[in-house]
């Protein structure tokens, strides 16, 4: 996890995507992928994702409010994988809580047999608590995957204009 990237740095044209993941339970299935380009804002990728039959608990579908009927004919995780590598190489890959967003996706490249991809990666929860010299704060977004990439934009953009 690399948190010396600057804000300015990580909202320059084609460095930086802002991804979040919803999943089944903390230690759960994705089924949800959401990417925007750091830059621009454009949706790289919003995408709901078949967990294969694990059930949402109750918690979690309270929090991002997708049930099981959202996501009848989703594709799988296998089947967006070659997608979600398109749309992340060579960029630095931000998170709000970045540690659980890739912890969940290396969890999916394991059940695949895989070993995740080498990426780049910035936890902008604890860049922005870092550069405020404060703890750690809750994104405050819509707990989806589009909505919070947004807000985390929007906090990127608020860090730039202060650092």
């Known amino acids: 996890m690399n948190n010396t990237w600057t804000p300015a740095q990580l909202l320059a044209p084609g460095v930086g995507v802002i991804l979040d993941t919803e999943t089944t339970d ?13 830059a621009t804002g454009a949706v790289l990728m919003d995408q709901l994702v078949d967990p294969q039959g694990v059930p949402i608990c109750a918690q979690a579908q309270t ?3 997708i049930n099981v009927a959202d996501l009848v004919g989703a594709p799988t995780f296998a089947q967006v994988r070659p997608h979600l590598e398109q749309v992340l190489a060579n960029r630095v890959i931000m998170a709000w809580n970045a540690p659980f967003d890739r912890e969940r996706i290396a969890a999916e490249y394991a059940l695949l ?17 870092s550069l405020l010299g404060c703890r750690w704060h809750k994104l405050g977004g819509p707990h989806r995957g589009l909505g919070d990439v947004l807000v ?12």
């Not at 903390?26 to 750091?38: H, Y």
């Not at 047999?113 to 608590?129: F, N, Q, S, T």
């Open 113 to 129: 047999g895989m070993g995740i991809p080498v990426w780049d990666w910035c936890c902008l929860m604890r860049l922005e608590a």
């Open 152 to 163: 985390a934009r929007e906090r990127l953009e608020a860090l730039r204009e202060i650092s």
């Open 63 to 65: 929090v991002h409010h």
């Open 26 to 38: 903390l230690d759960g299935r994705i089924i949800e992928i959401s990417i925007i380009d750091a």
